[in-house]
């Protein structure tokens, strides 16, 4: 079991910067890819990025290239999503999760491949 809990969301304006922050705990929790998903109202759940449980290698959604950053500290038990150059389309819950892959350099985007999900930290992007 691992559990997770996002922190750090709130109202922002337009191009302005967020960091989110997600403690995680449990067995073997290092041994997970972690990733952030978000939601926005009336559409489905989307993958942010990810990055794989040796660290070593990350994955972003075309439309976050350039503005996030995710990372990962695993002697405090916790990971983080740097924020930048916000959007209003950028708004959505944003939700922490880890899965675990049999190949520790490999993390990806599919919902279906996380096992383990916080509750989710909302992010308002508006003027």
């Known amino acids: 079991q691992v559990q997770l809990m996002e922190s750090g969301g709130g109202l922002v304006q337009p191009g302005g910067s967020l960091r989110l922050s997600c403690a995680t705990s449990?067995?073997?929790?290092?041994?997970?890819?972690v990733a952030w998903f978000r939601q926005a109202p009336g559409k489905e759940r989307e993958g942010v990025a990810c990055i794989s449980s040796s660290d070593d290698n990350t994955y972003y959604a075309d439309f976050v290239k350039g503005r996030f950053t995710i990372s990962r500290d695993k002697a405090k038990g916790t990971m983080y999503l740097q924020t930048n150059s916000l959007k209003p389309e950028d708004t959505a819950v944003y939700y922490c999760?880890?899965?675990?892959?049999?190949?520790?350099?490999?993390?990806?985007?599919?919902?279906?491949?996380?096992?383990?999900w916080g509750q989710g930290t909302q992010v308002t992007v508006s003027s």
């Open positions: 449990g067995s073997s929790s290092d041994f997970y890819a």
């Open positions: 999760t880890a899965g675990y892959y049999t190949d520790s350099l490999r993390c990806g985007l599919v919902v279906d491949e996380y096992d383990y």
